[in-house]
Structure formats: structure tokens, C-alpha cells
């Protein structure tokens, strides 16, 4: 259940729907504006199977704003969002820290891997034996400084209040409601425009 679901009445099909239709909107404006430029560079057969292809990738676009929005509101309610989320900036941050935060690792491995196993037995030379030495050394040094390092405690002191803040929390669902509830167009606006003027001139 929600941290606080008898305060708070979250509209969540209103919050999909919205999102759903800023996805639409959002891949046909993409569409409209590219589709030139791709008949263009691409010719008049290629352009036609994108053409056919555009509805489902607006409906996979309207479906993934709507779970973005749902999934917000998710993250206002419940620890167990917030504990995703968490998880996920933890997960992107890896992927491109973790070459640098284990090179020592990654060097030892290399060289073990790679430059000393030679022909299915070790090769112990003395500059073999030298850089295998420098490479544990290195790795071991690293480990501790990675070890007794602040920001990792801080790092997960943020999470943790961030995690444990449900007032925070509260305060932007209450905020996030009526933004992510607002009724939206499932039409771009120069659509909505031709429309009306279609209908005046009637």
C-alpha cells in the first residue's frame, strides 16, 4: 500500500491516460518532421515501410510515457520505487565509472590473462614476476583506499534519505498530481489547428 494512500487519492488512469497521449503526440511530431528528410535520403519504398511502422512505435512510445508518469508517482508512494530508482542511477553510474574505479583490477587480470600465461604454463621472469608484483600492489592499495573511501558511505546516506523521506516524497506527489493529470491532446497542435479551422469553416 501507499505510505500515505488514504490522504492522497492519486488519479492514476488520468496520469496514464496524459502520458500515454504526450508519448503519441511526441513520436507523430517525430514523424511528420523527419519523414522528409528520410524520403529524401532513404527513397519512396523505404519511406513507406516507415510510414507503416510509425503506429507502432507510437503506441510503444504513448505506452512507455505512461509507465514513466505511473511509475514517477510510484516512486511518491512507495519505498520499493524509490529503492528502483536508486538502483537504476546505481546500475548507469556503474557502466561508466567501473573501468576507472577497478583499473588496478582490471590491469592485474590483463596481465595475468594475457602476457604471463604463455603456451598453458606460467612464465616466471623476473620482469614478469616484477609486474605481477607491482599490479597486486597496486590492486591491494586501491582496494582499501576503495574500501575506507567517504564518498561511498555519503553515496549511500543519500540513498538511504532519499529512500526514508516520505515527507518529501508527499510533498511531490501533492506537486506532481495536477502536472501529471492534466488532460493532454492525443494531436500535435498544428493537427488540432487544421481541425478547427476545417470546422469554422463549415
Given at each position: 500500500m501507499s505510505e500515505y494512500s488514504s490522504e492522497v487519492d492519486v488519479p492514476w488512469?488520468?496520469?496514464?491516460?496524459?502520458?500515454?497521449?504526450?508519448?503519441?503526440?511526441?513520436?507523430?511530431?517525430?514523424?511528420?518532421?523527419?519523414?522528409?528528410?528520410f524520403l529524401m535520403s532513404n527513397g519512396v519504398e523505404d519511406s513507406i515501410l516507415v510510414i507503416l511502422w510509425s503506429p507502432v512505435a507510437m503506441v510503444a512510445m504513448g505506452l512507455l510515457f505512461s509507465f514513466l508518469g505511473a511509475f514517477y508517482i510510484c516512486s511518491c508512494c512507495f519505498k520499493w520505487a524509490r529503492w528502483l530508482v536508486?538502483?537504476?542511477?546505481?546500475?548507469?553510474?556503474?557502466?561508466?565509472?567501473?573501468?576507472?574505479?577497478?583499473?588496478?583490477?582490471f590491469c592485474l587480470v590483463t596481465y595475468l590473462m594475457f602476457p604471463v600465461?604463455?603456451?598453458?604454463?606460467?612464465?616466471?621472469?623476473?620482469i614478469n614476476a616484477f609486474w605481477?608484483?607491482?599490479?597486486?600492489?597496486?590492486?591491494?592499495?586501491?582496494?582499501?583506499?576503495?574500501?575506507?573511501?567517504n564518498w561511498i558511505r555519503t553515496v549511500w546516506g543519500?540513498?538511504?534519505?532519499?529512500?526514508?523521506?516520505?515527507e518529501g516524497a508527499r510533498k511531490k506527489l501533492i506537486k506532481a498530481i495536477p502536472n501529471l493529470?492534466?488532460?493532454q491532446p492525443l494531436l500535435p497542435n498544428f493537427f488540432s489547428k487544421k481541425r478547427r479551422r476545417a470546422v469554422n469553416s463549415k
Open positions: 488512469l488520468r496520469i496514464m491516460h496524459a502520458g500515454f497521449n504526450v508519448g503519441f503526440r511526441w513520436t507523430i511530431s517525430s514523424v511528420v518532421l523527419g519523414i522528409l528528410a536508486c538502483l537504476f542511477w546505481f546500475m548507469l553510474a556503474f557502466v561508466h565509472l567501473a573501468p576507472f574505479v577497478f583499473l588496478p583490477h600465461y604463455q603456451g598453458g604454463a606460467w612464465d616466471f621472469s623476473v605481477t608484483a607491482v599490479f597486486s600492489l597496486s590492486t591491494i592499495w586501491w582496494s582499501m583506499k576503495l574500501f575506507r573511501a543519500k540513498c538511504l534519505a532519499y529512500v526514508t523521506d516520505a493529470s492534466k488532460k
